[in-house]
């Protein structure tokens, strides 16, 4: 089946550093997505992008949906400790077959910000 | 609003016996989603319901697994007879159309010992 490729694993930076991940994909989605999940909660949607090429920014985050619809990337800038959680991508096909609403998940990016 | 609530937040069974997850999405939601995470892995979709309609169980393990939405609100996640590798975190998402924003509740997790 699909699959998303997300890295890094894990990541451990300084208060204020800028932080980068990214998915990969070998099936083309027609929506990326990005989330972030706290402990014991539910994943929270952080950026939507819905076009080839598109580049979105919320706040300090920044994300760009690849050319090839086959990959996308997340920036978060300057760093906070409320910034710690895990990061999940996330691809919706959207057109077609009975599977258009579901999301794909990559595994995840555990972010540890120390003060 | 309120927002999607699961319950329970935590069940521990032993393998072989039945436990039910419930999710109530959003009011006014008409899409449904079930999905898992297995421990330190992906969250893996599991099905999506339409009002009361199964509109994609592609994701469903095997027919130890049961959801049901009778009336289009509410829904139950069966497992029976559980086995330990449907040990996890079982979340529910909720949507008003199909292609707009999941909203997810806080997950049921679920150790099967």
């Known amino acids: 089946g699909q699959q998303l490729n997300q890295s890094p694993q894990s990541m451990f930076i300084q208060e204020g550093e800028d932080v980068s991940m990214n998915c990969t994909s070998s099936?083309?989605?027609?929506?990326w997505l990005w989330y972030k999940q706290d402990p014991g909660e539910g994943p929270v949607l952080l950026i939507a992008?819905?076009?080839?090429?598109e580049l979105t920014s919320n706040g300090r985050l920044t994300a760009q949906f690849g050319i090839t619809r086959k990959d996308s990337f997340l920036n978060i800038s300057a760093s906070i400790p409320s910034d710690v959680g895990i990061y999940f991508c996330?691809?919706?096909?959207?057109?077609?077959?009975?599977?258009?609403?579901?999301?794909?998940f990559g595994q995840g990016t555990i972010l540890t910000v120390h003060p | 609003e309120a927002g999607v609530t699961q319950f329970p937040s935590h069940s521990v069974i032993e393998k072989g016996q039945t436990v039910t997850l419930r999710c109530d999405p959003i009011?006014?939601?008409?899409?449904l989603y079930w999905y898992r995470r297995v421990m330190g892995k992906e969250i893996k979709f599991l099905l999506h319901?339409?009002?009361?309609?199964?509109?994609?169980e592609s994701g469903m393990p095997n027919n130890r697994f049961l959801a049901e939405r009778t009336g289009g609100t509410y829904s139950t996640l069966k497992v029976q007879p559980a086995e330990l590798e449907d040990s996890g975190v079982y979340f529910c998402?909720?949507?008003?159309?199909?292609?707009?924003?999941?909203?997810f509740g806080p997950g049921t997790r679920l150790t099967v010992l």
């Open positions: 998402a909720s949507s008003r159309f199909t292609y707009s924003e999941q909203f």
């Open positions: 319901f339409v009002k009361e309609s199964k509109q994609d």
């Open positions: 099936s083309i989605f027609n929506t």
């Open positions: 992008l819905y076009k080839a090429g």
């Open positions: 009011s006014g939601h008409d899409n």
């Open positions: 996330a691809g919706q096909q959207g057109t077609g077959g009975t599977s258009y609403g579901k999301l794909t």
